[in-house]
């Protein structure tokens, strides 16, 4: 057990790493499916996919937030300009979706422009729900 700092009191909820053994279930345990691939099963279907990350800010000229993406790999590395693009649809692809300079850092990423934000976000939501998720 650990106790709170500055409190004199111990704290259930935090735990010290050297209490755990290894037969115990914790936070630290692979998923099944990785046990799984590591032990050869052939059962198991990895799907690699690109990932995106997300940020938005607020455009003062148009005075709505702006979506801005930026593309990594399977590998993790950053896509390139070209590889976004092969992302989205191609009638929004250098129309609705530019790359340009983010105001907050200095790389071009990509952005959704403001006037179809509203748009762009409902495809979105839709997205992830019908994949079962919760936006």
Request: net charge negative; glycine share 6%; aromatic share 6%.
């Amino acid at each position: 057990m650990v106790k709170a700092a500055g409190t004199g009191e111990e704290n259930d909820e935090v735990f010290d790493i050297d209490d755990l053994s290894d037969g115990d279930d914790n936070m630290f345990a692979q998923p099944a499916a990785q046990q799984e691939e590591a032990k050869g099963g052939n059962d198991v279907q990895i799907i690699k996919a690109r990932k995106y990350d997300l940020s938005i800010t607020y455009d003062l000229y148009t005075q709505t937030p702006r979506l801005w993406l930026t593309g990594f790999s399977e590998t993790g590395t950053p896509l390139s300009q070209d590889e976004i693009f092969e992302d989205i649809d191609a009638d929004y692809a250098k129309k609705t979706v530019t790359m340009e300079n983010h105001p907050h850092s200095a790389l071009k990423q990509a952005s959704i422009h403001p006037c179809n934000h509203a748009k762009v976000m409902k495809t979105i939501i839709d997205t992830i729900v019908a994949n079962g998720g919760e936006p």
